[in-house]
C-alpha cells in the first residue's frame, strides 16, 4: 500500500467509523447478561446463606423494548432458578398504555420466595396507579413504603422498599418494620441517590437501577450523562456509604433510542452471604 492509498484507506475508515459505531451501539442494548455479584449482608441468618435474588430494573416496554425482549428476559431469569424476584421500577416508556402488557408478560416470573417490586420515576410519569394494580394482577407483591417477612425455620429476612426518589415519598420505617438492630434487611429503591439520606444503621443492603449504567460509555471519556446528583459514584456496581452498602444494576432497557456503549444491559442474580467474599 502507497501514500495515497493508504490516506484513502484512512479516510474511508474514519468516514465509517460512526455507522459501525451506532451499529455496535444498537447491538449491545439488547446484548443482556446474567451478572452475579456474591454480597455480605449483616446479620444473614445461617439458613439464608446463598439465598439468590434476580434483580430486574429498567425494562421500559414501549416503542424501542419489545415485548419478545421481555418475555426472553423471564425465560432467562426463570432458568437460574431464583429463591426471589425483585423488580426496580421503570416497567414503561413514554406512555401508559405500555404498562399493562409488560406485566403481562411479567406475570410469567417464577421464584420459591415469591416476586416483589416497587415503582421507578416513569411509573409515576405515565400512570403509578395502573402500575400498582398491573403489579397485584401480575401476583407482584408491592413493595413501595412496606415490607416483608422471609421466614426459614426460626430465622427470618426483612425484605423492604421505598417509593421512588423523585417522584414519590419514601417511608422507611414503614418498610424495615420491627426489624430489630441484629437481623438482616435488604431494601428496594429504583433510585441508588436514595442511599445519601440513609441513617438508619438497620439497613444491610440497597438494590437499585435508574443510571442504566450511564448507557452510553466512551472509553477514556466515561459517561457523559448519568441521571445522579452524585455523578457517575451510582454508575454501577457494589457502592459502600457509611451508613449501608448498594448494589446499582445497569438495568435492562434504554431512554430514548436503543443504544448502549461500555454498558451492557443485565439481569442481576445476587447471592447473598454472611462473610465478605474473598
Not at 416497587?118 to 398491573?134: F, I, M, P, Q, T
Not at 413493595?143 to 415519598?169: C, H, K, M, P
Not at 450511564?214 to 471519556?221: A, E, H, R
Request: include cysteine; aromatic fraction near 8%; proline fraction near 6%.
Amino acid at each position: 500500500m502507497n501514500r495515497r492509498d493508504f490516506i484513502k484507506w484512512i479516510r474511508r475508515a474514519a468516514l465509517a467509523a460512526p455507522a459501525v459505531g451506532l451499529g455496535y451501539g444498537l447491538f449491545e442494548a439488547s446484548w443482556f447478561r446474567v451478572a452475579r455479584p456474591t454480597i455480605a449482608v449483616p446479620n444473614l441468618p445461617a439458613m439464608f446463606e446463598g439465598l439468590t435474588i434476580a434483580f430486574l430494573t429498567d425494562l421500559h416496554h414501549g416503542r424501542y423494548t419489545s415485548l419478545h425482549y421481555i418475555r426472553t428476559i423471564v425465560e432467562v431469569t426463570n432458568a437460574q432458578q431464583p429463591d426471589i424476584i425483585a423488580l426496580g421500577g421503570d416497567y414503561a416508556h413514554a406512555h401508559r398504555r405500555y404498562i399493562p402488557p409488560c406485566f403481562e408478560v411479567l406475570s410469567d416470573l417464577k421464584a420459591r420466595l415469591g416476586v416483589f417490586g416497587v415503582l421507578g420515576n416513569h411509573d409515576h410519569w405515565y400512570d403509578s396507579r395502573l402500575a400498582k394494580e398491573c403489579m397485584r394482577r401480575s401476583h407482584v407483591a408491592d413493595l413501595t413504603n412496606t415490607g416483608y417477612w422471609l421466614i426459614q425455620g426460626a430465622a427470618r429476612l426483612r425484605l423492604g422498599g421505598v417509593d421512588d426518589f423523585w417522584e414519590g415519598s419514601q417511608n422507611l420505617a414503614a418498610a424495615l418494620g420491627d426489624a430489630q438492630p441484629g437481623e438482616a434487611r435488604v431494601l428496594l429503591s429504583h433510585n441508588p441517590d436514595y442511599v445519601e439520606t440513609i441513617t438508619d444503621p438497620r439497613v444491610g443492603l440497597v438494590l437499585s437501577g435508574h443510571t442504566h449504567g450511564g448507557q452510553v460509555v466512551l472509553p477514556g471519556i466515561g459517561a457523559p450523562y448519568v441521571p445522579s446528583i452524585y455523578g457517575d459514584k451510582y454508575l454501577h456496581g457494589l457502592v459502600r456509604t457509611p451508613v449501608t452498602q448498594v448494589y446499582v444494576s445497569r438495568g435492562l432497557a434504554t431512554v430514548g433510542p436503543p443504544l448502549r456503549i461500555g454498558a451492557r444491559p443485565e439481569i442481576t442474580l445476587v447471592r447473598l452471604t454472611r462473610a465478605e467474599p474473598t
